[in-house]
């Protein structure tokens, strides 16, 4: 399965101002407590934890739990000390990773 995030950052990042950085992932969230068509349980699947690293350095992390909707939608705030890569990585449920690189750059 092909998982697409996005990350959304401001265009014209100065350095000390505090950005806004908007990330969503494709993925179903499945909370375990729903049956299928036959009466079965349908197994828990879902982000379990979001991370972003500028430079290598934890700059954000969230958990997550069951009771996030499908394709989870995160925004957090940062400022702008220096320019580098910023890595965000979800990880979830039945060994679900992803992760997306995007240039952040300061002036």
């Known amino acids: 399965m ?4 996005l990350v959304h950052l401001p265009r014209d ?7 806004e950085i908007r990330t969503t992932v494709a993925h179903p969230m499945e ?9 079965e349980l349908v197994a828990r699947n879902i982000v379990r934890r979001l991370e972003a690293r500028l430079n290598g350095e934890l700059v954000f992390a969230a ?3 069951p009771a996030l909707s499908a394709n989870p939608y995160v925004a957090f705030h940062l400022r702008a000390a220096a320019s580098g890569l910023l890595v965000l990585t979800w990880r979830g449920d039945k060994g679900f990773e992803h992760s997306e690189t995007v240039a952040f750059d300061v002036a």
């Open 2 to 5: 092909s998982t697409r995030a």
């Open 13 to 19: 990042i100065q350095r000390g101002q505090v950005v």
């Open 31 to 39: 909370t375990g407590h729903r049956r299928g068509n036959g009466g």
């Open 63 to 65: 958990d997550m739990h």
